[in-house]
T-cell receptor, first 110, second 116 residues
């Protein structure tokens, strides 16, 4: 089993739709969790951290379920500019324990 | 601030050649790292550094060397390039040195390397 798993997609959704991605992780001792966004042929950029209590930033909501070992990202009212690949990142103890998922591709269509 | 810069943006090498990928950051971050990104594999950690003079291996260190003589610079050296090292290389930096929690990483624009 991979340490961090994501559905590669693509998720093709119309503008205005709500879309959700999940990311599962295998190490129950994982410490911190993030969602990064990566545009085609560009570098990853932090979208949001994921806290145990869940957190929201505008149209984006991230949640952590430690019992089931997954994190989620919900995007409401999708925009064309949301089209990108969304990377899940799980950190363990120590800087070498940073694990990236392979990403979920989102395509928002007019 | 320029953030994290990488040079070159593109490079083509022949098998057996050596080269150095440059990475610099002007944010006074202690932590720097090198990743490679391959289709279907996600980003994989090659080497990292928690401060000047301190480096350590990541998940895929073979064939690569690093050094960290200053806080700003973290070059990655390919000793003898192989086709398996064809990839996109990203350098990243992060502001904290605490290894117990991850913090936001700032990535450079990447170097696209092809080894023939």
């Amino acid at each position: 089993r991979k340490e961090v798993e994501q559905d590669p997609g693509p998720f093709n959704v119309p503008e205005g739709a709500t879309v959700a991605f999940n990311c599962t992780y295998s190490n129950s001792a994982s410490q911190s969790f993030f969602w990064y966004r990566q545009d085609c042929r560009k570098e990853p950029k932090l979208l949001m951290s994921v806290y145990s209590s869940g957190n929201e930033d505008g149209r984006f909501t991230a949640q952590l379920n430690r019992a089931s070992q997954y994190i989620s990202l919900l995007i409401r009212d999708s925009k064309l500019s949301d089209s990108a690949t969304y990377l899940c990142v799980v950190n363990g103890w120590g800087y070498q324990k940073v694990t990236f998922g392979t990403g979920t591709k989102l395509q928002v269509i007019p | 601030n320029a953030g994290v810069t990488q040079t070159p943006k593109f490079q083509v090498l022949k098998t057996g050649q050596s080269m150095t990928l440059q990475c610099a950051q002007d944010m006074n971050h202690e932590y720097m790292s090198w990743y490679r990104q391959d289709p279907g594999m996600g980003l994989r950690l090659i080497h990292y550094s928690v401060g000047a003079g301190i480096t350590d291996q990541g998940e895929v260190p073979n064939g690569y060397n690093v050094s960290r003589s200053t806080t700003e610079d973290f070059p990655l050296r390919l000793l003898s390039a192989a086709p398996s090292q064809t990839s996109v290389y990203f350098c990243a930096s992060s502001p904290r040195t605490s290894g117990s929690r991850g913090d936001e990483q700032f990535f450079g624009p990447g170097t696209r390397l092809t080894v023939l």
